[in-house]
């Protein structure tokens, strides 16, 4: 007997593939209007080279359109993805199989396309610019990360200007790899011969017992990490997993932004003004102005001040070892920038907090201590830094770390060196000490209007000349598919150049920001594109190469004993194979 019922059986479209040798592409965006309208210029100069590239190969290059009914109301002055359910629907008319690129000229949220790329069958390439000011290469480290992370495959490419000879001939692997359905998905392979697998055993052997002892020490009484809202800015990538997050022995304390805004209004003014002080006492100064919307002012670094205050008091009540703030989203429509107080909390000699209850009221809290601050609540960068910061202390060493966007590099117009140069910002916390001068060397300028809408302060300044260990923790899916914690690890300096080249590169980049000059240790530019998983990179100082050396060492061995897979990258400061110099220690 046939059913009388009725249902509403929803109808899937057919989609058409493209024809032969025919390419679609994206741009995954802000989720902040102003900064697409600014920024599309420069993303519409790369679709266009890009599709120049593609034509001399023969390929055609199709932009995928955003459905005019996905839009919204107001007219939109670009064409970027720009939240993800404009991403949803982008997809939905996007064959499974089409070869698919995704072009990036801007700093870019991956969870705008993240569900369209997981979901996709056909190769996938990104593709940046290589440039500081508008800065792609970020854009697309960011959603590397992320894809990594998600087990999806894809190529990467990268270019100053998409004639070059060498890009071209990447870009012919790809296409022909994509032409002929290679079973690998048209995956490029770069060289990454400066990445070798650690060896515990070849560690030295006080190094390794402490790093050893370290890991033990959190089975016993794990860390807790502060998390104030996650995923900030659509970095997928920048959210570590419970489980390997557990069994390495950290936890996370889930706290709420509005929990930190709440406790900033219960800060009172005096206190905000003693820390105001303090800063100016003790030489940092404040470039400020009258107007709100385009200026720092007193008001908005009071602000800040309050919001140190309230985080240091909210981690020692909940008892964390790092905490990390995301601002971006939420808070930066309630209040000044973060990064005052992100730079504050990552330095031993920062502005005393008392506690205000519990058995150490009226005591000042973790006095001479880094409270260590991910930014952007960037996880993986939270754990790096407990890691740090244990090992640093332990070491009898400055434990005060931070992370900074890989954000650009370029050859040296001063002459003071031949090697490449990468310019590391951060638009918050960095120490004081990390800067030439520590507090006298910095400077705080207001945020730029484009993103940081209430203003706020940054602490500016140029990294001081010395010794660096780098690092990168990062989650990728092992052969079975589960998420496994791996970090890559090596040495870099920080270098001094002259005022006229660091104002070069300031312009280039975002000049309100602090900056490192910094040349990698036998790994190239490329090499460092090829293999990075994350805008994000963490730097810390050693006192001189050896110690720094051995501080790399007994980190390798926490990490190791954690849980982390360590792959050791590029040389030590005297041109020698980095795990070569370990064991020679």
């Not at 000879?165 to 490029?188: N, P, T």
């Amino acid at each position: 007997m046939r059913s009388t019922h009725s249902y509403d059986v929803p109808s899937v479209p057919r989609i058409k593939k493209p024809s032969a040798k025919t390419a679609v592409l994206i741009a995954s965006g802000d989720s902040r209007e102003s900064a697409n309208a600014v920024c599309w210029p420069a993303q519409q100069a790369l679709e266009r080279d890009a599709a120049k590239a593609f034509a001399s190969l023969g390929w055609k290059l199709k932009r995928a359109k955003i459905p005019d009914e996905r839009r919204g109301v107001a007219k939109r002055a670009h064409e970027f993805i720009a939240s993800q359910a404009q991403g949803r629907a982008v997809f939905e008319g996007i064959h499974l199989d089409a070869p698919l690129v995704v072009a990036e000229a801007v700093w870019q949220y991956s969870h705008h396309v993240l569900m369209g790329l997981c979901r996709h069958r056909g190769p996938i390439l990104l593709l940046a610019n290589w440039s500081g000011r508008w800065p792609g290469l970020v854009g697309v480290l960011n959603l590397r990360g992320s894809l990594t992370k998600a087990g999806v495959r894809y190529s990467m490419l990268w270019a100053e200007d998409f004639k070059h000879a060498k890009f071209r001939q990447e870009l012919k692997k790809w296409l022909r790899s994509a032409a002929a359905k290679d079973e690998r998905g048209g995956v490029i392979q770069h060289d990454l011969e400066h990445a070798r697998p650690l060896h515990v055993r070849g560690l030295p052997e006080r190094e390794r017992e402490l790093g050893e002892a370290l890991a033990a020490e959190l089975t016993r009484r794990p860390a807790i990490m502060g998390v104030f809202d996650e995923g900030c800015m659509g970095m997928y990538n920048a959210i570590v997993p419970d489980a390997p997050l557990h069994a390495a022995g950290v936890y996370k304390e889930r706290l709420s932004q509005s929990a930190l805004y709440a406790a900033m209004r219960q800060v009172p003014s005096k206190e905000s003004a003693a820390v105001f002080a303090w800063l100016r006492g003790a030489g940092m100064k404040f470039h400020t102005g009258k107007n709100e919307a385009t200026e720092l002012t007193e008001r908005q670094v009071l602000e800040q001040c309050a919001m140190y205050i309230a985080a240091v008091r909210l981690a020692d009540h909940f008892g964390c070892d790092a905490i990390g703030i995301q601002y971006q989203q939420g808070l930066k429509d309630l209040c000044a920038a973060s990064d005052l107080a992100e730079g504050l909390l990552n330095c031993s000699n920062r502005p005393p907090v008392v506690a205000m209850d519990g058995p150490r009221a009226g005591k000042v809290i973790r006095a001479g201590l880094p409270i260590s601050h991910f930014n952007e609540v960037d996880e993986c960068a939270g754990l790096d830094g407990i890691i740090t910061q244990r090992v640093w202390s332990a070491m009898r060493l400055e434990p005060d770390n931070t992370l900074h966007d890989l954000r650009w590099g370029d050859e040296d117009r001063s002459g003071t060196t031949k090697e490449f140069v990468w310019v590391l910002e951060i638009s918050g916390a960095v120490p004081p000490s990390h800067l030439i001068g520590g507090y006298k060397g910095a400077t705080s300028e207001r945020q730029p209007a484009m993103y940081f809408r209430l203003g706020g302060g940054t602490i500016k300044g140029v990294s001081k000349p010395g010794e660096v260990v780098w690092s990168r923790v990062y989650v990728e899916p092992d052969a079975k598919g589960r998420e496994r914690l791996k970090m890559d690890l090596g040495r870099c300096k920080a270098i001094k150049l002259p005022m006229t080249e660091t104002r070069r590169r300031w312009e280039a980049t975002t000049s309100q920001w602090p900056i490192m000059h910094t040349v990698f240790y036998g790994v190239s530019r490329d090499q460092m594109m090829a293999k990075h998983q994350s805008n994000h990179i963490q730097v810390v100082y050693g006192p001189d190469a050896k110690t720094a050396d051995r501080a790399l060492a007994a980190k390798a061995a926490m990490a190791t004993a954690m849980g982390i897979k360590v792959t050791l990258c590029g040389d030590s400061a005297d041109g020698e194979r980095l795990g070569k110099r370990l064991r020679s220690l």
